[in-house]
């Protein structure tokens, strides 16, 4: 049973401290990141009270030599060429935690790093994690119990107790190559699929695929709503020479509306989300009203919208039964939300969790008939 794998104890709160106790000693700090980490360690420092020296390392050109919340963005060439101090302490904001290890490694052997991981805890509210998974260990015990197979199993569990602990030893051994990311080849065929890709962003996951591939599909659909990353989606799509892409400058939802949206401003933002204070309006509709004709594989990463979006594919679900690849870690009851809607959709359809980065991001239920 899914209770017994679950940790007895609420450690979150421990984790809360320790950071803060090492945050607060700091007087230089440099942040690596500007994605929802690094807005959360900034929630974080103004509830502790930090005011010491901070800038920003990113490896995104366009977020450099620009300001982040007010403060500067540099690049790593930058930052350990011209702004570099041994007592400065960089503390790692973003997924790719061993990534940037390595690159720290290759300019220097710093004495000072630090990982925060507030990603997915919830500063403004009292209910920790554990908390949560307590009071509903029913609906969470009802999905556990709808997966596949034991390695779904066991990286749910182990994403449970990460959740609530911190400890990344719970999924690290899970994790699998995020090449795969959404094209799961032990789980299903990759080549000659009409797939829609639902949060397109500027075509990373049509260029993964593509490669994946070697060319060899039939369609890709691409929706993204944000107008600035649309443009950049469709000068990649044209650099790239990419054939039979439609790519539609719409969100995807339950049906067709214009919604208030949280848009970045510049189009590198990642987490842009539909949002009741967004500050921008965007159209959004349904597959089932633009896909004409047999899908494949659908594909969500939609920062929280899946469910609505899922609830706009019924009809092409009922018809064509697609592989669907749907993100399942934007909101707290994603894990059984998601999975039982998918159930409810199509009974049919086997359930598989799989785990692309190093802590509570890049989670992925593929649903395979």
Partial sequence: MLKDLILKEDMEKRYIEQLKTAIVR???IAAWGTGRGAKKLLQFMKIIGWKGELLFIDTNKEKCNVLYEGFLTVSPDTFFEENYTSDTCIVITCADVGGVKQTINSFVEHPKVLVSDLTSIDLDVSETWFEFIESHMIEFSEAYELLADEKSKQIFAGLLNYRI??????????????KNQYFEKSLFPIDNLAIADCGAYVGDTIDNFIRLTGGNYKKIYTFEPDKLIYKKLLENVRKAGWERILAYNIGVYKEKAVLSFESG????EMS?????SGNIEVEVDSLDNIVDGEIDLIKMDIEGAEYDALLG??????????VLAICIYHKRDDYYVLLKLIHELNPDYKLYIRQ???NDNETIVYAVC
């Fill in 265 to 268: 401003g510049n189009g590198t």
């Fill in 26 to 28: 700091e007087k230089k």
């Fill in 356 to 358: 692309y980065a190093y």
């Fill in 313 to 322: 594919c019924k009809k092409l679900i009922s018809r064509y039964k697609p």
């Fill in 165 to 178: 602990s911190r400890d990344v030893s719970y999924i690290e051994t899970y994790v699998d190559d995020e």
């Fill in 272 to 276: 842009n989300h539909i949002s009741v």
